[in-house]
T-cell receptor, first 116, second 110 residues
Framework: GAVVSQHPSWVICKSGTSVKIECRSL??????MFWYRQFPKQSLMLMAT?????????EQGVEKDKFLINHASLTLSTLTVTSAHPEDSSFYIC????????????FGPGTRLTVT | RKEVEQDPGPFNVPEGATVAFNCTYS??????FFWYRQDCRKEPKLLMS???SGNEDGRFTAQLNRASQYISLLIRDSKLSDSATYLC???????????FGPGTRLSVLP
């Protein structure tokens, strides 16, 4: 299957700082990438859909000014958590669609964010 | 009604047991279906796609019933390493966002 990388794998930051998470598709071009958040023992929650070259589409209840998404190339999307607070501590996972024959979705390994 | 629903679980089974998970979806026009597994504190990983004719991959068998709008996953001869959360995923239409079920947790006990 296709490979999606995510960096960093974990980060600890102080309240009020911003954190950038990168998501890369390594062996295919991803015109669309997705950002999810998952709290302990809960389901994946889709935050936004990131389209290369255009603005991201945010799900209801997700603040676009707090979670900045940039999809500048066909292999890279970034999520910046601005002015992070402890309640933003979560597992952030990106995924990329391979719109080839399989139309499958592949996930990055996730980034565990802890805000102190 | 939620778009994708799964057996609530958790399922606790002994090694070697056969276990089946069910999933139902509400959108009758849904195009493709998948089972993912997610280990604790890890990302979901594609386990198998589900085809109309049903498909098998080793100890895993997936079935799709479009008329009843449900998908199943059967695991035979379960191993300790099968312990994970199994996510049912539905693609409503080509190019649309996948819809994830809440997951069913499986614990295989020695």
């Amino acid at each position: 299957g296709a490979v999606v990388s995510q960096h960093p794998s974990w980060v600890i930051c102080k309240s009020g700082t911003s954190v950038k998470i990168e998501c890369r598709s390594l062996d295919f071009q991803a015109t669309t990438m997705f950002w999810y958040r998952q709290f302990p023992k809960q389901s994946l929650m889709l935050m936004a859909t990131s389209n290369e070259g255009s603005k991201a589409t945010y799900e209801q209840g997700v603040e676009k000014d707090k979670f900045l998404i940039n999809h500048a190339s066909l292999t890279l999307s970034t999520l910046t958590v601005t002015s992070a607070h402890p309640e933003d501590s979560s597992f952030y996972i990106c995924s990329a669609r391979d719109y080839g024959a399989s139309d499958e979705q592949y996930f990055g390994p996730g980034t565990r964010l802890t805000v102190t | 009604r939620k778009e994708v629903e799964q057996d609530p679980g958790p399922f606790n089974v002994p090694e070697g047991a056969t276990v089946a998970f069910n999933c139902t979806y509400s959108n009758s026009a849904s195009q493709s279906f998948f089972w993912y597994r997610q280990d604790c504190r890890k990302e979901p990983k594609l386990l198998m796609s589900v085809y109309s004719s049903g498909n098998e991959d080793g100890r895993f068998t997936a079935q799709l019933n479009r008329a009843s709008q449900y998908i199943s996953l059967l695991i035979r001869d379960s191993k300790l390493s099968d312990s994970a959360t199994y996510l049912c995923v539905v693609n409503p239409n080509y190019g649309q966002n996948f819809v994830f079920g809440p997951g069913t947790r499986l614990s295989v006990l020695p």
